[in-house]
C-alpha cells in the first residue's frame, strides 16, 4: 500500500511515483475494477440504468487516472525503463478491455436496459451514455462465438504492442540523427537564433560547433534558411525516412501489420474494412463520403497548388538556376518568396512572440470569451521541470480546472503537439469532479541570450492545443465518457482550430505581441502582412493535408492483405497529389504515428473537415465581433460545455443557427 498510485490523490503525485510502482500498481488497479464490475453483473435486482450503466461507467476511475498518468510521462518524458513497463502494461490494458467488452452477463444487464430505453424517461445526457455503452459492446465483439472472441483478443493484444514498437522507433529515429557542423561557413543564411541554439545543443552533448537535430524547433529553421543545399537535402533525408532504414528500427513490417490486424478485426466484426469501422461513430459515417468530400477539396485546390508551384519553380531558378525543385527546396524558396511577395520574414516576426507573452496572450482571449482567470501556482507536483502549472477560476472565482503547459523538446518526449488529461471532469455523488488538463508541445527553447521567441506556425500551434484544452476545462457533463474531448474525432478538432483564427486577427495581437526588448507593440503593417499572407501557398498546404488523408484511407479503407511493399503502395496513394519529385529513401508511413500510433487511424481527413466546422464558425463571429459575448456564451454552451452528450451536427446547428457552409473555406483559404 506504499504506491502512491494506489493512496487517493488530487493531483498526481510524480515525485513521489517511481517507475517501478506502475506495473504493479495498474495491475492491482485493474483487479479493483473487475471487483467493481463484479458487484454489477451479481447484483440480484433487475438490470436499471443506475445499477448498471451509471454504475459501470464509476468504475475505474483510479486505473483510468494512473493509466493517464503512465502513457502522458511514455509520451513527454519517457526512458527505457518506461518503454519496456509499458510493452508489459499495454497488453494487459488491451486484455482487461476485451474482458470487459466481451463479458456476456455485463452485456446482457446493458442490453436489458437498451431494450427498454424508450419506457425509462431518460434526459438526453442519459440515453447518449446507453447509446454508446450498448454500442461498445456490439462494435467490440459481444455478439460473437466464444472462439471468435479468443481471436480478437489476440488481434488486440498484438495491436497493441505494435503501435508502441512503432512509437518507439520513431523517437529512437529521431533521436538518433544529428547534423554536426564545425565550418561556419555552412551555417550561411540560418537565422542567429537558430545558431545559438544549435551551439547550445552541442555544447550540452560535449561537442565543438553546432548541433541540428530533427526536432522542428532545430529542423524547420534549418529546412527554411540554410543556403546550403547540400545540407538541407541531408536533414531532409534523415527526417523524411524514420523507420526506413531496414535495421532495427525499421517500421515497415509494423505498419503492414497493424493494417493488416486492423483489417482481421474490422471483417471479424463484420466492416468492410478498418474505415467502415471507424467511420460509423464519426459525422462523416462511410468511407465513401469521405472519399468524395477528399476529392471535391482536391478538385477545388489542384489548379491552385500547380500554379503556387509553377511559380516557386521559376522563382528558384530565377534566382539560383535551379532546375527541378525538389522537397528540400521547398520551406527555403517559399520563405524566400514569401518574404518577396509580402515584405514579412518569420525572424522579424520572432521578437514580438516571445513564449511567456504568447500563454498570458491566450489566456487573456480565454478571459475575454469565457470569463477564465489563470493563475500560475507553484505547489503542483510536476514530472519535469519545465512543467507550468496554473489554477483556472471562473468568473466567480470558482476552480474550473488546473492546467499544465510543458513547452519544449527534450530527449525523452516524442515530437508534435498534444493535449491530454490527468483527470476528467464528471459529477459525482453531487459534486462537480473539475479536469485536470495538459498540453505538451515542442517549441523553441530559450538561449544564453534571448528568452523562448516563437514563430508564428509556433503561435498557432499554441492556439490550437489551448483550444483543445479549453474544450477539457470548460467541460459540464455529468458522466467522464461524454465529457470534453470525448466526442467524435471528426468534431474534436473545432475548438482546436477556430482557436488559431484569433492569431490573425489585429485585436487579439495587440493583447500580447510586443517586442521583447523595446515593449513596442506590433506595428500594424507587419498585421497587415500576417494577415495578407495567411493565405500563402494555400492550394499547395491543402494538397499536403489532402494526401495526407488520402494515404490513411488508402491504408485503411480496403483489404491490404495484398500489399507488401510500404513504399510502392504510398506513392500510388500519393499520385493525385504529388507536385515535387518523389524521393526515394524517404517514406511518409513509416513515421506516420497519427495514423499508426495515435488515435487518427481513417480519421485523419478530420483536421479537413473540422476547418469547414471551424471557418463557417469563425464567420459567426466575425460578424458580431471576435471578442462578442453573445456568440462566445453560445459557442461555450452548445460546443466546449457540451462533449459528446449530443450529436455534434445537432450541437453545432444550436451554436450557428443553421448548418456549416463549405464555402467559408474555400473563400477563407482564397481557394474560391
Known amino acids: 500500500m506504499n504506491n502512491p498510485l494506489l493512496q487517493p490523490f488530487d493531483t498526481a ?197 553546432w548541433l541540428f537535430t530533427l526536432d522542428y524547433p532545430s529542423y524547420i529553421p534549418f529546412m527554411m534558411y540554410a543556403d546550403s543545399r547540400s545540407l538541407r537535402k541531408k536533414l531532409s533525408l534523415a527526417f523524411g525516412s524514420k523507420g526506413f532504414h531496414g535495421d532495427t528500427l525499421d517500421n515497415q513490417q509494423n505498419v503492414l501489420q497493424i493494417v493488416k490486424l486492423r483489417h482481421q478485426r474490422a471483417q471479424l466484426l463484420g466492416y468492410d474494412s478498418h474505415a467502415h469501422f471507424v467511420l460509423e461513430e464519426r459525422m462523416a459515417e462511410t468511407p465513401q463520403k469521405v472519399q468524395s468530400f477528399l476529392k471535391e477539396l482536391l478538385d477545388k485546390a489542384t489548379p491552385a497548388a500547380q500554379k503556387e508551384f509553377d511559380q516557386l519553380e521559376a522563382f528558384a531558378k530565377e534566382l539560383d538556376g535551379i532546375d527541378q525543385l525538389q522537397k528540400w527546396d521547398s520551406a527555403y524558396y517559399a520563405e524566400k518568396l514569401k518574404q518577396k511577395l509580402f515584405d514579412l520574414d518569420d525572424e522579424k516576426l520572432k521578437p514580438y512572440f516571445e513564449l511567456q507573452k504568447v500563454i498570458q496572450g491566450v489566456f487573456t482571449v480565454a478571459e475575454k470569451l469565457y470569463g477564465l482567470q489563470f493563475n500560475e501556482v507553484h505547489d503542483i507536483d510536476t ?201 526515394a529513401e524517404n517514406c511518409m508511413s513509416t513515421s506516420f504515428s497519427h495514423i499508426f500510433q495515435g488515435g487518427y487511424s481513417a480519421g485523419y481527413y478530420s483536421y479537413k473537415w473540422a476547418e469547414v466546422l471551424d471557418a463557417d464558425a469563425f464567420a459567426y463571429f466575425k460578424e458580431e465581433g471576435i471578442f462578442n459575448k453573445k456568440v462566445a456564451n453560445k459557442f461555450k454552451n452548445y460546443v466546449l460545455s457540451q462533449g459528446g452528450t449530443q450529436d455534434p451536427m445537432e450541437l453545432y446547428i444550436k451554436f450557428r443557427g443553421k448548418k456549416p457552409n463549405p464555402e467559408a473555406l474555400l473563400k477563407r483559404a482564397g481557394l474560391l
Open 383 to 583: 514530472y519535469h521541470p519545465d512543467v507550468k502549472t496554473y489554477r483556472v477560476t471562473d468568473g466567480d472565482g470558482v476552480l474550473a480546472a488546473i492546467f499544465y503547459a510543458d513547452f519544449h523538446p527534450r530527449p525523452g518526449k516524442r515530437g508534435g503537439a498534444w493535449m491530454t488529461s490527468f483527470k476528467s471532469q464528471m459529477i459525482k455523488d453531487g459534486v462537480n469532479e473539475r479536469p485536470q488538463v495538459s498540453i505538451v508541445c515542442n517549441f523553441t527553447k530559450p538561449t544564453p541570450s534571448k528568452p523562448s521567441l516563437l514563430t508564428f506556425n509556433e503561435v498557432t500551434t499554441l492556439f490550437h492545443e489551448f483550444g483543445h484544452a479549453l474544450h477539457g476545462m470548460l467541460a459540464n457533463t455529468t458522466y467522464k465518457g461524454l465529457s470534453g474531448t470525448n466526442v467524435y474525432w471528426d468534431f474534436v478538432e473545432l475548438p482546436s482550430q477556430i482557436l488559431e483564427n484569433w492569431c490573425y486577427e489585429k485585436e487579439t495581437l495587440e493583447l500580447f505581441a510586443t517586442h521583447y526588448q523595446t515593449e513596442e507593440v506590433i506595428p500594424m503593417e507587419l498585421v497587415e502582412k500576417i494577415k495578407a499572407s495567411a493565405t500563402f501557398h494555400e492550394g499547395m498546404q491543402t494538397l499536403r493535408q489532402l494526401s495526407f488523408g488520402l494515404l490513411d484511407m488508402a491504408w485503411h479503407g480496403s483489404d491490404p492483405s495484398g500489399i507488401d511493399n510500404v513504399k510502392a503502395f504510398e506513392k500510388s496513394a500519393f499520385g493525385a497529389t504529388q507536385l515535387f519529385p518523389d524521393v
Open 13 to 209: 503525485p510524480f515525485s513521489k511515483i517511481k517507475n517501478e510502482h506502475f506495473l504493479p500498481g495498474i495491475k492491482k488497479l485493474i483487479e479493483v475494477t473487475k471487483g467493481e464490475i463484479d458487484n454489477i453483473t451479481s447484483n440480484s435486482e433487475p438490470p436499471t440504468f443506475k445499477n448498471t450503466v451509471a454504475a459501470l461507467e464509476y468504475t475505474g476511475l483510479q486505473l483510468d487516472r494512473a493509466t493517464g498518468i503512465f502513457f502522458n510521462l511514455n509520451s513527454a518524458e519517457t526512458n527505457d525503463e518506461i518503454q519496456k513497463i509499458a510493452q508489459e502494461v499495454s497488453p494487459l490494458l488491451s486484455e482487461f478491455g476485451n474482458d470487459i467488452l466481451l463479458n456476456e452477463a455485463l452485456f446482457k444487464r446493458v442490453q436489458s436496459v437498451y431494450d427498454q430505453r424508450t419506457a425509462l424517461a431518460l434526459n438526453p445526457e442519459e440515453e447518449m451514455l446507453l447509446e454508446k455503452q450498448y454500442k461498445g459492446f456490439t462494435r467490440n465483439g459481444a455478439n460473437l462465438s466464444e472462439a471468435d472472441k479468443a481471436i480478437l483478443r489476440k488481434l488486440d493484444t498484438e495491436l497493441s504492442k505494435l503501435k508502441l514498437t512503432f512509437g518507439e522507433n520513431v523517437l529512437a529515429e529521431t533521436n538518433k540523427f544529428e547534423l554536426h557542423i564545425t565550418k561556419e561557413d555552412e551555417l550561411s543564411g540560418l537565422p542567429e537564433g537558430a545558431v545559438e541554439a544549435a551551439a547550445q545543443t552541442a555544447s550540452e552533448k560535449g561537442k565543438v560547433g
